[in-house]
């Protein structure tokens, strides 16, 4: 979810009033237009590396693992997320519990 909220706020231009978070940090709920996020969710950028962005802007850090063990699941990733792995994220980021409400 924090890959998502960085995402809107840099590159959709999402003010940061428009998330709430508990007390542990978590994102809690997200005010933003239901299709707008799901546009951005589709096109797999928010989750993909970006710390060293390639010449053509595409993933330049190639290695994963980098904050995670090879065993668990890609945190972020360094190319385009497949069907597959967006369902998995889908799944991971559970956003009907976050009800984007738009404003």
């Not at 994102?27 to 237009?33: F, G, K, S, T």
């Not at 962005?53 to 290695?63: I, M």
């Not at 990733?77 to 991971?92: N, V």
């Amino acid at each position: 979810r924090i890959q998502l909220v960085k995402h809107l706020v840099e590159t959709e231009g999402l003010e940061p009033d428009r998330f709430s978070f508990d007390d542990q940090g978590a994102l809690v709920q997200l005010d933003a237009d239901p299709a707008s996020v799901e546009r951005v969710v589709e096109s797999g950028v928010p989750f993909m590396t970006d710390g060293c962005p390639g010449t053509g802007g595409e993933p330049g850090c190639t290695r994963p693992y980098g904050s995670y063990r090879p065993a668990e699941p890609f945190r972020d990733y360094p190319f385009e997320p497949t069907e597959s792995d967006l369902s998995d994220i889908r799944a991971q980021l559970q956003l009907a519990d976050i009800a984007p409400t738009g404003r």
